[in-house]
């Protein structure tokens, strides 16, 4: 069967990439290395070329493709979190590397890659078919730098913040 697998661009650190993103969430591994045959734009004969891995069992692709490219907001990466305390570890883990800060969940690691830390019971509080508290759940996020799972709870349960 076909799959879409998403390839990150790097400049001679896809495998130092890789290696923090596997270590981020449970499901995590990298699964091949590939290295080149012969010197090329790439990097020389020897240097990895592509790394293969997995960051909570989504496949993904880090290519050291021999130039610095710039990634944009336009496509981000999501890693959906099954509680606060993930939430938290994540996203301490990607600033300790060296990422900034973004509004309603978005991060940029160090990498230049955007990233979404969300807790899972944001998407059951925003597709509620009570669009009142879907309405307000919406409202907490966007105030929001980190996600706070507790938080959005209480705006789509209508309870203030303590």
């Known amino acids: ?17 890789a290696k923090f993103y596997v ?3 449970p ?16 990097g020389k004969e ?12 989504q496949p993904l692709v880090a290519l050291n493709g021999g130039m610095k490219m710039e990634y944009t907001h336009a496509l981000s ?7 606060q305390a993930q939430v938290d570890s994540v996203w301490s883990a990607f600033l300790a590397h060296g990422g900034s800060e973004g509004q ?37 996020m966007m105030k929001m730098v980190k996600l706070d799972a507790g938080v959005l709870r209480q705006a789509f349960e209508g309870k203030s913040a303590a």
């Open 1 to 17: 069967m076909s799959k879409v697998v998403p390839c990150m661009w790097f400049n001679g650190d896809a495998e130092e990439a």
């Open 23 to 25: 270590s981020l969430v």
């Open 27 to 42: 499901n995590s591994k990298i699964t091949n290395v590939q290295h080149n045959v012969s010197d090329n734009p790439s």
């Open 46 to 57: 020897g240097s990895v070329l592509v790394v293969e891995f997995t960051v909570a069992g």
């Open 77 to 83: 990466l999501m890693i959906h979190c099954d509680d």
């Open 104 to 140: 309603c969940g978005w991060l940029r690691d160090s990498y230049g890659v955007s990233w979404q830390v969300v807790p899972k019971v944001m998407f059951e509080f925003l597709s509620s078919p009570d669009k009142a508290a879907a309405g307000r759940a919406m409202q907490a």
